[in-house]
Nanobody, 111 residues
Framework: QVQLVESGGGLVQTGGSLRLSCAASGRTLSNYNMIWYRQAPGKEREFVATITSSGSTYYADSVNGRFTISRDNAKSTVYLQRNSLKPEDTALYSC?????WGQGTQVTVSS
C-alpha cells in the first residue's frame, strides 16, 4: 500500500515563501515521476510541476520561475519550494504518483 502525505501548508503573506513536502511510504520514489497539482476553490485541479525519475523538471507557466520542485530519493520525499507567492496561489496542493494521491495541504496567501 502506497501512501503520500503532504505537509508544509499554511497562511502566508503575498511575496512570502513556503516549502511543501510529499512523503511516500510503501514505495521507493526514485524510479517514478512525481507531480504536484493544486485546486483553488471553485476551480478545476491544475498541474503545477513535475519531476521525472531522471530529475528533469517541468512547470506550469503560471509558476515557472517562482516554484522549484525537487526530490530526496533517500527520504522518499518530493518538495515544492514556492517563492514570491501571490493570492492566486491559494489552493489545496496535492502530490500525485500514478495512481496514488495524497490528501493535500492547504495554502492560503493573504493580500
Amino acid at each position: 500500500q502506497v501512501q503520500l502525505v503532504e505537509s508544509g501548508g499554511g497562511l502566508v503573506q503575498t511575496g512570502g515563501s513556503l516549502r511543501l513536502s510529499c512523503a511516500a511510504s510503501g514505495r521507493t520514489l526514485s524510479n517514478y515521476n512525481m507531480i504536484w497539482y493544486r485546486q483553488a476553490p471553485g476551480k478545476e485541479r491544475e498541474f503545477v510541476a513535475t519531476i521525472t525519475s531522471s530529475g528533469s523538471t517541468y512547470y506550469a507557466d503560471s509558476v515557472n520561475g517562482r516554484f522549484t520542485i525537487s526530490r530526496d530519493n533517500a527520504k522518499s520525499t518530493v518538495y515544492l519550494q514556492r517563492n514570491s507567492l501571490k493570492p492566486e496561489d491559494t489552493a489545496l496542493y496535492s502530490c500525485h504518483h500514478d495512481p496514488y494521491w495524497g490528501q493535500g495541504t492547504q495554502v492560503t496567501v493573504s493580500s
